[in-house]
T-cell receptor
Framework: DAKTTQPPSMDCAEGRAANLPCNHS???????VYWYRQIHSQGPQYIIH???NNETNEMASLIITEDRKSSTLILPHATLRDTAVYYC?????????????FGKGTHLIIQP | GAVVSQHPSRVICKSGTSVKIECRSL??????MFWYRQFPKQSLMLMAT?????????EQGVEKDKFLINHASLTLSTLTVTSAHPEDSSFYIC?????????FGPGTRLTVT
């Protein structure tokens, strides 16, 4: 799986959009970008994933650059409950036989 | 859908004893489950892949005789930490695979005294 680079921490004001960047310059053509988050002392939670097109669901939006070397996760209206470590992971989709490789992620802190 | 549970959520045991952690997929069947370990202020590290009806596959550096994994049914995998020592104290998290996606349990906090 391709390696990802994320800033170690970010702050965001409650109610504002939180934009979390991820670099994955060695991504292969068949690899997807996945985002998970982990709230303190809980298991990771799936957020969203995408291949090349931008994606949106009820939790977030994922913007992938045209060259696919980087992406941004957007939480449109951050709340205090969004404080968590966010992990950007590149992997082959439907690769159910393989465990995930977690990097250090970004610790997002939502400020009241 | 796709709920994964773990039991217990917290366990404290004495050094030298063994402890079993259960991982269950509540509303789906999972032929593959994964076990991760997370030390304080660190990221999750994959320990092993558990396949129903066959032996688990362990990551490099994980002792298979110390961390016994049993995947006896399509909804249950167990991790037994044998002869636990304080350095085994950690947060153990399982995930279950369905249609290529992984769904995580809430984790088990193990403290060895």
């Amino acid at each position: 799986d391709a390696k990802t680079t994320q800033p170690p921490s970010m702050d965001c004001a409650e109610g504002r959009a939180a934009n979390l960047p991820c670099n994955h310059s060695t991504i292969s053509g068949n690899e997807y970008v996945y985002w998970y988050r982990q709230i303190h002392s809980q298991g990771p939670q799936y957020i969203i994933h995408g291949l090349k097109n931008n994606e949106t669901n009820e939790m977030a939006s994922l913007i992938i650059t045209e060259d696919r070397k980087s992406s941004t996760l957007i939480l449109p209206h951050a709340t205090l409950r969004d404080t968590a470590v966010y992990y950007c992971i590149v992997r082959v989709a439907r690769g159910g036989a393989d465990g995930l490789t977690f990097g250090k992620g970004t610790h997002l802190i939502i400020q009241p | 859908g796709a709920v994964v549970s773990q039991h217990p959520s917290r366990v404290i045991c004495k050094s030298g004893t063994s402890v079993k952690i259960e991982c269950r997929s509540l509303d789906f069947q999972a032929t593959t489950m994964f076990w991760y370990r997370q030390f304080p202020k660190q990221s999750l590290m994959l320990m092993a892949t558990s396949n129903e009806g066959s032996k688990a596959t362990y990551e490099q550096g994980v002792e298979k005789d110390k961390f016994l994994i049993n995947h006896a049914s399509l909804t249950l995998s167990t991790l037994t930490v044998t002869s636990a020592h304080p350095e085994d104290s950690s947060f153990y998290i399982c995930s279950a695979s369905r249609a290529g996606e992984q769904y995580f349990g809430p984790g088990t906090r193990l403290t060895v005294t």
